[in-house]
């Protein structure tokens, strides 16, 4: 007949629920740091889109500020107690949204050249 120590079983068992739980452990730590490295990049992205829009906003406070004035010139225009001061505020709008135009054009196509760059450089790396 075959005895069995009963500490000894409970002992075994316990060592066997440690050694499992330290491989879980190791593998949910691995996770983590794979989610926070991602995370971190998502966290990078957003701080570069929110420096951007807050340029644009910037941009766009400036052009709504230059239409405003234009609007006012013409209504006092309009009711003929302004008409140099008018004409003037056009054209300074106007070259306003003309020079935010260029701008943007500009700066499009400096990120499509870096964005193929980046692309030709990856391609080459594998």
Not at 5 to 27: G, K, S
Not at 70 to 79: G, H, I, M, Y
């Amino acid at each position: 007949m075959v005895t069995i120590d009963v500490r000894t079983t409970l002992i075994w068992l316990l060592l066997a629920a440690l050694v499992i739980l330290v491989v879980y452990l190791i593998v949910a730590v691995k996770n983590l740091v794979t989610t926070i490295k991602k995370t971190n990049k998502i966290l990078e992205d957003a701080a570069v889109i929110s420096e951007v829009a807050a340029k644009k906003a910037v941009e766009v406070d400036e052009i709504v500020g230059d239409v405003h004035g234009v609007v006012s010139d013409l209504a006092k225009a309009v009711q003929g107690t302004s008409t140099i001061g008018a004409v003037t505020n056009v054209v300074k709008a106007a070259g306003s949204v003309a020079s935010t135009v260029k701008q943007n054009k500009e700066k499009n196509k400096v990120e499509n050249n870096n964005v193929a760059s980046n692309k030709k450089k990856k391609k080459k790396k594998r």
